[in-house]
């Protein structure tokens, strides 16, 4: 069984920032990628960013490019958020997603609400 523990979540002013983290517990792989999407009221999920687990590749939805930066610990088989600059239409459900072709794992999500 594979875990995806995601934390960091909360609320925060606009142009304020948060960091999220998501742990790979239990059965981990050398992922091909890990990444985070989200989902906020009424929407679909939507990808937010990516990182290859070997080459450190990123990959980031337009809307939060120059803002939000994932990074990865492998040693830790932890992946990181760092969003910067968050606006109101940031508010979601954050969802930690490992990806070892073809299966996809995901964490239980983690609530950012940003105020304006």
């Known amino acids: 069984q594979v875990q995806l523990v995601e934390s960091g979540g909360g609320l925060v002013q606009a142009g304020g920032s948060l960091r999220l983290s998501c742990a790979a517990s239990g059965r981990t792989f050398r992922w091909d990628t890990m990444g985070w999407f989200r989902q906020a009221p009424g929407k679909e999920r939507e990808f937010v960013a990516q990182?290859?687990?070997?080459?450190?590749?990123?990959y980031y939805t337009d809307s939060v490019k120059g803002r939000f930066t994932i990074s990865r610990d492998n040693a830790k088989n932890t992946v990181y958020l760092q969003m910067n600059s968050l606006k109101p239409e940031d508010t979601a459900v954050y969802y930690c997603n490992a990806r070892m072709a073809p299966y996809d794992f995901w964490g239980q999500g983690t609530q950012v609400t940003v105020s304006s």
């Open positions: 990182i290859s687990w070997t080459g450190g590749s990123t």
